[in-house]
C-alpha cells in the first residue's frame, strides 16, 4: 500500500514560518503529492499540491505564503508556510495520489497522512 510520514508540525506565533514534511512509502506509481488541512468545524480545504512533473494546484488563501516542492528520488513532499496567520491553525494532512496497474487495468487511488496540528498563536 502507501504509508505516509508527517513532520514538521508545531506551534508558532504569528507571522513566524514553519516547514511540513511527508516521506511516502510505495511500490506504486506517485503522481501527486500535496497537503490538505482542516480547521475545528470546517471541511478539509486544499492547501496545496504538485505532480512529480511541477505541476502545483493550490488554494486561494496561499496567495504566496506558503510554497509546495516535491522530491522525486525521496517521494517527499514538503510545505513551506510563512507570514502565518491565527486562521492557518488546522490540521496540515498529506495527501498521494498513485496509480496502480492491476490484472483488471489502472486503478487511481487517494491516501492520507495521519494529520500534523499546526497552531498559530502569540
Known amino acids: 500500500q502507501v504509508h505516509l510520514v508527517e513532520s514538521g508540525g508545531g506551534l508558532v506565533q504569528p507571522g513566524g514560518s514553519l516547514r511540513l514534511s511527508c516521506a511516502a512509502s510505495?511500490?506504486?506509481?506517485?503522481?501527486?503529492m500535496g497537503w490538505y488541512r482542516q480547521a475545528p468545524g470546517n471541511q478539509r480545504e486544499l492547501v496545496a499540491t504538485?505532480?512529480?512533473?511541477?505541476?502545483?494546484t493550490d488554494g486561494d488563501f496561499v496567495k504566496g505564503r506558503f510554497t509546495v516542492s516535491i522530491d522525486n528520488a525521496k517521494d517527499t513532499v514538503y510545505l513551506q508556510m510563512s507570514s502565518l496567520k491565527p486562521e492557518d491553525t488546522a490540521v496540515y494532512y498529506c495527501y498521494t495520489f498513485v496509480i496502480r496497474t492491476t490484472p483488471t487495468g489502472i486503478r487511481n487511488e487517494d491516501y492520507w497522512g495521519q494529520g500534523t496540528q499546526v497552531t498559530v498563536s502569540s
Open positions: 510505495t511500490r506504486f506509481n506517485i503522481f501527486r
Open positions: 504538485i505532480t512529480r512533473g511541477g505541476t502545483i
